[in-house]
């Protein structure tokens, strides 16, 4: 099996940067490692990348919040392989220059599930994991991850530990009510879905998205008032386009974990 990671992008400043004899070096803010797994009932292979990062720097969930860099796994370069499928871990929200992110800090396990295209043939990975970490600035961080499958091997307690880490349903926790409105803007429509829910922590953002979409979208600031909370999501549509309403799915992320729910009614 072999195993590296590399950088080759050093840095692109999102926010101001501090001079260049006291930015932080790469090696001093992330360590990532793959973690080589085993084989599935499936036959799929469960891999997962470990990722550690140094103080108060976090990396991006599937969908990095109000703004970030949204991760970009590509994997062209591998061997027998049918698909590529990274089970994310529930994720926290976090506040990095007055906006909502979306990620993990210290420690997280991104697990991989890799799928051949021959089971009977060694499966080799070989991909790009285009990712941001963040603190006063962002970094993107382009990691060469490989792998080499050739037996089935054990069962990884902390792989199988994220695993079970998954959002939670909103109705699971309160949800009473869930309503969608559209409107234009000048330069979309904007999808708006309100939620009668109890607060799921002290700082919460309402992420909306059309899930399974090729519409592009873009996360734009919720609101809570009382038991209702609303989410919005800019949505940059083609003509013809039309807005799936059991599409939607609405993410409340907090300190506490996320809460989801799919579509524009309870019954969805």
């Given at each position: 099996m072999k195993i590296f990671c590399s950088v080759l992008a050093l840095c692109a400043a999102l926010l101001p940067v501090a001079a260049p004899a006291q930015s932080p070096r790469l090696g001093e803010i992330i360590d990532a490692r793959m973690r080589p797994g085993w084989q599935t009932e499936r036959g799929t292979h469960m891999a997962a990348l470990h990722i550690r990062l140094a103080g108060d720097w976090?990396?991006?969930?599937?969908?990095?919040?109000e703004s970030g860099i949204a991760p970009q796994l590509n994997v062209a370069g591998s061997r027998?392989?049918?698909?590529?499928?990274?089970?994310?871990?529930?994720?926290?929200?976090?506040?990095?220059?007055?906006?909502?992110?979306?990620?993990?800090?210290?420690?997280?396990?991104?697990?991989?599930?890799?799928?051949?295209?021959?089971?009977?043939?060694?499966?080799?990975?070989?991909?790009?994991?285009?990712?941001?970490?963040?603190?006063?600035?962002?970094?993107?961080?382009?990691?060469?991850?490989?792998?080499?499958?050739?037996?089935?091997?054990r069962p990884d307690g902390m792989i199988a530990t994220a695993l079970t880490r998954k959002p939670r349903l909103a109705r699971q926790t309160g949800l009473q009510t869930v309503s969608?409105?559209?409107?234009p803007e000048d330069r979309g429509m904007r999808l708006s879905v309100s939620m009668t829910l109890p607060p799921q922590g002290q700082e919460e953002f309402a992420l909306v998205e059309m899930a399974g979409s090729a519409v592009s979208s873009r996360a734009m600031p919720s609101q809570r008032m009382g038991d209702t909370i609303t989410g919005h999501s800019l949505l940059r549509l083609n003509p013809g386009d039309a807005i799936d309403r059991s599409a939607v799915r609405t993410s409340i992320i907090s300190e506490n974990g996320v809460v989801q729910h799919q579509g524009c009614a309870l019954s969805d």
């Open positions: 976090m990396t991006y969930w599937r969908h990095p919040g027998n392989l049918a698909n590529a499928r990274i089970h994310w871990p529930e994720p926290r929200l976090y506040f990095k220059a007055g906006q909502a992110s979306i990620g993990y800090m210290r420690d997280v396990i991104l697990p991989i599930e890799l799928t051949p295209e021959d089971p009977g043939l060694p499966l080799e990975l070989d991909a790009r994991l285009l990712i941001g970490v963040c603190d006063d600035i962002c970094i993107p961080v382009d990691l060469a991850l490989t792998l080499n499958v050739h037996d089935t091997g969608c409105t559209v409107t």
